[in-house]
């Protein structure tokens, strides 16, 4: 089971709710996916008690976990306090902490996003710190208390799958107790089924499903690849070799 700050889920699958063509196709999608974990935009939704949101209103008949995140910010400042407001409004102290540093990319950056986590920390937030690869700044978020990491595959929304399997797979070796959660820049199942054979312990997207020709479907196809891709990796895949490696024994053939 996937555990995340003491809670445990079933699904490795987390699944964003932003650019669906309709809110039905978005809980169809959802429940296809068969996802326990949803993100949230702040700037997006305000469920206040006394207004009429329908969103809202679907999203809290699915009975699924929220993990609100700081999409759009661009200074610590900012996303400590967008994070204080999702803690009040959604009653949680789970947060998505996003923290942009360039507009092209949408690449977090590195020092904004350590000073909001340091200091979100302090305040007791349970972080899912989304990331670059790198090592360092992994090494020092998991020191202020970080017990997830979400490294992107790619930048959001570019599809590309991973660009480096290698960073991915250092990151699972050197944190072996850190749960990884691929975040960002996949684009087919493959790519998620991939991350999982890396080692990563769950896969978090919006764009491949919610862009798709068919949401519903494609969700359903990631949840197929997630699995899969995992139980890959916990069965132990195979080395690679330069050369074949036949699987037919040659001894005692006769002709050669």
């Not at 650019?19 to 305000?46: D, F, G, H, M």
């Not at 070796?173 to 087919?188: C, K, M, N, Q, R």
């Not at 080395?239 to 490696?245: R, S, V, W």
């Amino acid at each position: 089971m996937l555990n995340l700050y003491g809670k445990k889920f079933n699904s490795r699958f987390l699944l964003g709710t932003a650019k669906y063509p309709s809110l039905n196709i978005l809980k169809e999608a959802l429940i296809a996916s068969q996802t326990e974990i949803i993100t949230v935009s702040l700037r997006r939704l305000s469920p206040q008690k006394n207004e009429k949101n329908i969103f809202w209103e679907v999203i809290k008949s699915l009975n699924l976990t929220i993990l609100p995140n700081t999409a759009g910010c661009y200074h610590a400042k900012d996303a400590i306090q967008t994070a204080l407001m999702a803690q009040d409004i959604f009653e949680t102290n789970w947060i998505k902490l996003e923290v942009i540093g360039e507009s092209l990319l949408l690449q977090p950056h590195p020092y904004e996003l350590l000073k909001a986590a340091e200091e979100l920390a302090k305040r007791n937030f349970c972080i899912f710190p989304y990331m670059t690869d790198d090592i360092i700044v992994a090494q020092e978020l998991v020191q202020l208390g970080c017990q997830v990491l979400m490294p992107w595959a790619a930048p959001i929304g570019s599809g590309k799958g991973i660009r480096n399997p290698h960073s991915l797979k250092i990151l699972r070796e050197h944190f072996p107790s850190v749960t990884l959660i691929v975040d960002a820049g996949i684009g087919a199942p493959s790519h998620a089924s991939r991350a999982m054979e890396l080692g990563c312990d769950a896969v978090l997207l919006n764009t491949a499903v919610a862009d798709s020709h068919n949401p519903v479907f494609m969700a359903r196809a990631f949840a197929k690849a997630i699995e899969a891709g995992h139980e890959a990796f916990c069965s132990g895949l195979i080395p690679q070799y330069e050369f074949a490696l036949s699987s037919t024994p040659v001894v005692g053939i006769p002709f050669q």
